[in-house]
């Protein structure tokens, strides 16, 4: 009889995946796992035919094409404030999802506790757990997603081994303030504690708001493990091509477990993702106009249906309340995608389940990476069918 790991216990498959093969399944709008449906720039198609001329089809080295790493440390200099050594510092992974898994992998006991700040993407608990390592969650505030000092301190013990830190911060849209950052930071120093930050909406901010990294902050060099990726920022999620960056002795053990676990991200893309560092600050103003636009149509849509939006400073989700409509998250994202033909994540799957049920069961997420005609299409459908 066939038993499973007693580790897989602890969480199921993706909610956010399974509501996009749901959304297949009922031929619904999926506004649920979040991913562009429009074309990456065609700098990046160049690259993937240049790429095949090349005739890059065997394994890049494991941790990474060189120049790909050369010019991701250039961009980790100038845009994040992070120095690191493209040689020994920087690996590139099978998506910012591989990088994490990778990293917790490679630091975690059995029974080493893990700060993670709640809601959370749902990536984090799951690999947590594979690690038989212990989540310990703090809940962001309520009103506005801020860190609760008091909370996060509580949490901390002998026993705390890593901290992840999601800014901008996916399922709500909060961006981490410089004072949390350096409250993190302190916090870390302090207690010996290592930071995994996943800055994989690091590009996509509104408002003026500006992208904090961790890493950047003095002291937390050598205990920063900093993550990313070309998912997001130029609407590639299917090329999975992320990576990590941190320092040297660091860095050792995270080859480790990346070159078991996936050997090389793939060596056409990784040739090709090159490329997207001929795009001009133009193409990333664009980027954050277009869903700076599909964020406030989104939230000025939902509103009027009776959805009670919280409007995203960062990444390309809308956390909404839909407590007008007196119906459990799941039940709700179900209905939506059964009936009116809209997928969304149900909030739970960003919650441990222990959590008051207020609050768990409130929430959908909305993704807004889509189209505008899309996102109208959505609300038409909602609008056709919810009143
Ligand atoms: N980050 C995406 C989301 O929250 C999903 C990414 C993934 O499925 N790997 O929808």
Redesign the pocket.
Known sequence: MLKFAKKLEGFEE?T??EMTRKAIVNQAINL????PDFEPPQELIEGIIEAIEKKEHQYSITYGNYNLREKISEKLRGYNGIEVDPEDEITVCC?A?EGISSSILSILNPADEVIIFEPW???YTPITHIAEGVPKYVQLKQEDFSIDEEKLKEEITKKTKAIIVNSPH??SGKVFSSKEMKLIADICIDNDIIAITDE?YEYIIYDGEKHISLGSIPGMEERTITISGFSKTFSI?GWRIGYVAAEKKLMKGIRKVHDYLTVCAPSILQEAAIKAFDLKDDYFSQLVKRYQKNRDYLSKSLNELGFKTIIPKGAY?MFSDISNFKTRDTDFADFLVKNKGVAV?PGSSFYHTENDENIVCNYVRF?FSQKIETLEEAIFRLKERLL
Do not use: C, F
Not at 32 to 35: D, E, L, R, Y
């Open positions: 993706s956010i995946r649920s796992q979040g991913m998506g999802s993407y749902e990536n996916n399922p994989i999620t989700y994540v993704s």
